[in-house]
């Protein structure tokens, strides 16, 4: 009985070992084309390449979905004015971004019908964005996508554009993502070697 005990528990640290170490999160295949197709641009001009930055995604993905219902037309006849939104520190506390950390940094939207995915690129390359995929400050990049429009976010290694802020509460959730798993290891150990010397 003990060891139908013992192989349970153990099946079950198994299985709970695979689910945290196996998961993957889910990114947008077209947004990750977009983030190569936008490096190989640099690359092609002798620039680095942009890093994903997490923080500039959320708030790519969080700008996209305000705007998604806004049609084309209206990027066409606004195509050189920055993305304005009332709700925009609510959309950095979400994404917990310090609005210190902005400045520095671009957002540079394009609607494109059926986001056809040469067409999203040459529309921040072929544009008046170009400017800013030239520069060689910015070194990563957000990318967010809801129905026809993309919004790309620039972000520089300086303070002012890293788009970074909440520091301490990523510590505190990250810290507890990592020791989750040492917990739980450290639980079901002890109980299969209490299990084991109750059997003895």
């Known amino acids: ?12 640290f198994l299985v709970a070992l695979s689910i945290l170490f ?21 690359t092609a001009r002798n620039l680095p390449t942009l890093a994903k930055n997490k923080k500039a995604e959320c708030l790519a993905e969080e700008l996209a979905e305000e705007i998604e219902h806004q049609p084309c037309a209206a990027a066409a006849a606004n195509a050189t004015q920055q993305l304005q939104l009332a709700n925009y520190p609510s959309i950095l506390n979400k994404c917990k971004i310090d609005i210190n ?30 400017r800013y995929l030239n520069d060689s400050r910015f070194t990563g990049a957000g990318i967010g996508s809801e129905d026809d429009w993309v ?38 150990g002890l109980e299969i ?6 059997n003895n």
């Open 193 to 198: 070697f209490v299990g084991m010397v109750i």
């Open 1 to 12: 009985m003990a060891s139908l005990l013992q192989l349970i528990t153990l099946f079950f």
């Open 151 to 188: 919004v790309a976010v620039l972000s520089t290694n300086s303070p002012e554009g890293s788009f970074s802020g909440g520091y301490r509460a990523a510590m505190e959730v990250g810290l507890m993502v990592m020791l989750s798993p040492c917990l739980l290891g450290m639980f079901l």
């Open 22 to 42: 196996s998961s993957t999160p889910v990114h947008c295949d077209d947004d990750d084309d977009l983030l190569q197709g936008l490096n190989s641009y640099r």
């Open 101 to 130: 950390y902005t400045r520095d940094g671009v957002v540079m939207q394009v609607c494109v019908p059926n986001r056809v995915s040469t067409l999203v690129l040459t529309n921040f390359t072929q544009s008046h964005y170009s």
